[in-house]
C-alpha cells in the first residue's frame, strides 16, 4: 500500500487558472440583483469586503429599480455617505428625479447638489413625493411618518446600523437589500448593553444580525473580490479578518506599482517606504516602552514617514491609467486609533509644512480610500489590551484602506502584550461568538508585519 503524497493547503484569496476577477463580481451581483427585483423574501443581504464596489452595488440596484417603475428610498448612516450616493446617481443617470431629505441644521447637505438639476431636497418628506429615489440617513428617516411604505428600500452600511434604528423605520418600507462590510467596526452606542446580550432584540446589534436571527432564510450573497485591497493585502485581510467569507484582489502581484525618483537616505522611515514599496507592507518598529498614549516619538515618526513620502516625489502605476500617477498628498491618509493621537499627529505634520493629508480615526475612515496609509498601531506603547483597542473592526479598518502600501508605527513588545492579555470577554448565552476575535487578528497582523519589519532608534 502506497502513502499518498500530502496535499498542499489551499489559498482561498489565491487566484486560480483562468480566475476572472471582473466576471466573477459580475456574476454575484446578477444574482443579487435577482433576488432583489425578482425575489419574493422581504429582505436580501449582502456582505462586502473592503472596497469590493458595495456603493457601486448600491447605486445600480436604485438605478434599475427606479427604471423598472418602482420607487424607493435608501438609508444610509451618515450625511456624507447620503451625499456620495445622491451624487453617484447623478452621474450615472442626470435625468432621474432624485430627492435628497435633509434635517433642518444651517448646513444640512454638501453644497455640490446645488449644482444637480434632477436633485430635489427639503427636510420635509411630503416635497419630495413622486421623487423615483429619495435618500437620508436613518436618524431622519426615524422622524418620517407615512401614509403607505415604499415597496422597495436599500440599507447602506448595514452592518455599522444598530438593530434599534432599523426597528424605527422597518415600517417604512415592504422589502429591503442590505449591504455592508461585516469586518467593519460595530455600531456605536453610548450606555452599556449587557442587560439586552444574548436576546434576539438586543439593540445594540448591528441590523443585519438582528435581522438574520428573526428571519434566518432570507437570501445572502457576498461580494467575492475586493478592487481596492491589492493582491499583497488580500490574502492577509482576507485570512485575518474573513476567514468564512474569503475574497480575492482584483488585480494580481504584478499589476500595481510604487516607486520614487529621489533616492533613500538610509533612515528608518526611507528604509521603511522602501519595503512598503516593494512588498505593500512595512513597520517601522521603535524601541519598546511604556508611553502616553499620544506618544510624542511615535507621533514624530508617523509625520516623518508622511513628510519623506511626498519628498522623495512617488509615483503609483495601477489598471487605472496607463501612465504613472504622482503620489499627491490626497492620496495619504495616518489612521489613529483615537482622537487625541490624529491631533497630535496633524501638529507634527504642520512643523513638518504638511496641512493637506487625510489624518483621522479608523471610524471616520471608514469606507475611505487612498494609495498608502500609515498607521499607528493601536496597542504600541500601551501597558494593558482593553477590549476597545483589540475591536477586531477597528483593525480591520486600519489595514484595509490602501491600494498600494500600509506603513504601521509601532513600538516593540506588542506580541508579548498581547500574550500577557489574553482574551477574556465573558460568553453571553444566546450570542454569536465574533471570530475571529481581536486578540487572534491582532496577531495574525503582526506575524504577518514582522516579515516586513524595520527597526529605528530615532
Not at 445594540?204 to 435581522?211: G, K, P
Not at 508617523?302 to 522623495?312: E, F, G, I, N, T
Not at 465573558?426 to 506575524?447: C, I, M, R, S, Y
Amino acid at each position: 500500500m502506497t502513502a499518498e503524497a500530502p496535499t498542499a493547503p489551499v489559498d482561498p484569496t489565491a487566484a486560480p487558472a483562468g480566475f476572472d476577477p471582473g466576471a466573477e463580481a459580475a456574476r454575484a451581483t446578477a444574482a443579487i440583483l435577482h433576488d432583489t427585483l425578482h425575489g419574493t423574501e422581504r429582505g436580501v443581504v449582502v456582505d462586502s469586503p473592503p472596497g469590493a464596489g458595495k456603493s457601486t452595488l448600491v447605486v445600480r440596484a436604485a438605478l434599475e429599480l427606479a427604471e423598472a417603475g418602482r420607487p424607493l428610498m435608501v438609508v444610509a448612516q451618515t450625511n456624507a455617505q447620503v451625499d456620495d450616493l445622491v451624487l453617484r446617481l447623478a452621474e450615472k443617470n442626470p435625468d432621474l428625479p432624485v430627492g435628497r431629505l435633509h434635517s433642518s441644521d444651517a448646513d444640512p447637505y454638501d453644497k455640490a447638489l446645488d449644482d444637480l438639476a434632477s436633485v430635489r431636497k427639503s427636510a420635509k418628506a411630503a416635497d419630495l413625493a413622486g421623487q423615483a429615489v429619495v435618500l437620508s440617513t436613518a436618524a431622519k428617516w426615524a422622524h418620517v411618518p407615512v401614509d403607505e411604505p415604499w415597496r422597495h428600500a436599500i440599507v447602506d452600511e448595514a452592518y455599522q446600523m444598530r438593530s434599534d434604528s432599523l426597528l424605527a423605520v422597518a415600517g417604512l418600507f415592504e422589502r429591503a437589500l442590505f449591504v455592508g462590510d461585516p469586518g467593519q467596526l460595530d455600531p456605536f452606542a453610548t450606555v452599556g448593553s449587557e442587560q439586552w446580550a444574548g436576546l434576539s432584540y438586543d439593540p445594540s446589534a448591528s441590523a443585519v444580525t438582528t435581522l438574520l436571527a428573526h428571519n434566518p432564510g432570507l437570501p445572502q450573497h457576498r461580494l467575492p473580490v475586493s478592487w481596492r485591497l491589492p493582491a499583497s493585502a488580500a490574502r492577509l485581510v482576507s485570512d485575518a479578518f474573513y476567514p468564512y467569507t474569503p475574497f480575492r484582489s482584483g488585480t494580481g502581484h504584478g499589476d500595481r506599482g510604487l516607486s520614487f525618483a529621489v533616492a533613500s537616505d538610509g533612515s528608518g522611515p526611507d528604509r521603511v517606504i522602501d519595503e512598503a514599496a516593494r512588498s505593500g507592507w512595512g513597520l517601522l518598529e521603535l524601541p519598546a516602552r511604556h508611553t502616553p498614549r499620544t506618544d510624542p516619538e511615535a507621533v514624530r515618526a508617523v509625520a516623518a514617514v508622511v513628510r519623506r513620502l511626498l519628498d522623495r516625489e512617488g509615483a503609483t502605476t495601477s489598471e487605472r491609467s496607463p501612465g504613472p500617477a504622482p503620489l499627491t498628498s490626497a492620496r495619504i491618509a495616518v489612521g489613529t486609533a483615537h482622537r487625541d493621537q490624529a491631533a497630535a499627529v496633524r501638529a507634527a505634520l504642520a512643523d513638518l509644512g504638511v496641512s493637506d493629508v487625510t489624518v483621522d480615526t479608523a471610524n471616520r475612515l471608514q469606507g475611505r480610500e487612498y494609495d498608502v496609509t500609515v498607521v499607528l498601531h493601536p496597542l504600541s506603547g500601551r501597558p494593558d489590551a482593553t477590549a476597545f483597542h483589540l475591536e477586531t473592526g477597528r483593525l480591520c479598518v486600519l489595514a484595509s484602506r490602501h491600494r498600494h502600501a500600509c506603513v504601521v508605527v509601532c513600538r516593540e513588545g506588542v506580541g508579548e502584550l498581547l500574550d500577557d492579555y489574553p482574551s477574556t470577554e465573558p460568553v453571553q448565552l444566546g450570542t454569536l461568538v465574533k471570530f475571529p476575535d481581536g486578540w487572534e487578528a491582532n496577531h495574525a497582523v503582526l506575524a504577518h508585519l514582522a516579515e516586513h519589519r524595520v527597526g529605528w532608534r530615532p
